[in-house]
T-cell receptor, first 115, second 112 residues
Framework: AQSVTQPDIHITVSEGASLELRCNYS??????LFWYVQSPGQGLQLLLK??????LVQGIKGFEAEFKRSQSSFNLRKPSVHWSDAAEYFC?????????????FGAGTRLAVHP | DGGITQSPKYLFRKEGQNVTLSCEQN?????MYWYRQDPGQGLRLIYY???????QKGDIAEGYSVSREKKESFPLTVTSAQKNPTAFYLC???????????FGQGTRLTVV
């Protein structure tokens, strides 16, 4: 069955430090992968996506992610975190099942940023 | 503006009541989804629909019902059979297969 695992429930970093959020997926075919960000009480905003091609993808707000097929991973990175990056981050995989397409989400990683 | 509108933003339900959450989109997207979000559990799929008059159960459909009479609308009814309905509900759409999902701003449902 398709699934997404985000091993870190909470992460705290200092402002200006680098960030890596982990995501592992289970999917039989070539995955379509996404990272979303959610501020409290809001909907989700797409940060970046991977469909094919270059395994390093750039997104909005200075984020990037690298697809590693051998590790079934799609980790999100940012070289220097800003206080406004504090939010919850979700990794998702696009799955095709029973003739329907759907997104499967990880449990999320809540990021706190210390000044 | 193009987008997804969920209403109401906050909803309070008494025990034993059915309530309906609205989701309207003007993106001309075919597929629409309902997710439930609880702290520490991420987003769990309730129902989804690829075309008008057709929808499929997701992972946690029990106690919920939907309809898709128009392409633009995908309302979710939380029935009295849903024993723990307090949660944040998100509606989403996708255009073509595997393109990004667009989300509404959510409805927070509380049982009082």
């Amino acid at each position: 069955a398709q699934s997404v695992t985000q091993p870190d429930i909470h992460i705290t970093v200092s402002e200006g430090a680098s960030l890596e959020l982990r995501c592992n997926y289970s999917y039989g075919a070539t995955p379509y992968l996404f990272w979303y960000v959610q501020s409290p009480g809001q909907g989700l905003q797409l940060l970046l996506k991977y469909f094919s091609g270059d395994t390093l993808v750039q997104g909005i707000k200075g984020f990037e992610a690298e697809f590693k097929r051998s590790q079934s991973s799609f980790n999100l990175r940012k070289p220097s975190v800003h206080w406004s990056d504090a939010a919850e981050y979700f990794c998702a995989v696009g799955a095709f099942s029973g003739g329907y397409n759907k997104l499967i989400f990880g449990a999320g990683t809540r990021l706190a940023v210390h000044p | 503006d193009g987008g997804i509108t969920q209403s109401p933003k906050y909803l309070f339900r008494k025990e034993g009541q059915n309530v309906t959450l609205s989701c309207e989109q003007n993106l001309n997207h075919d597929a629409m989804y309902w997710y439930r979000q609880d702290p520490g559990q991420g987003l769990r799929l309730i129902y989804y629909s690829q075309i008008v008059n057709d929808f499929q159960k997701g992972d946690i459909a029990e106690g919920y019902s939907v309809s898709r009479e128009k392409k633009e609308s995908f309302p979710l009814t939380v029935t009295s059979a849903q024993k723990n309905p307090t949660a944040f509900y998100l509606c989403a759409t996708t255009g073509q297969a595997y393109t990004e999902a667009f989300f509404g701003q959510g409805t927070r449902l509380t049982v009082v």
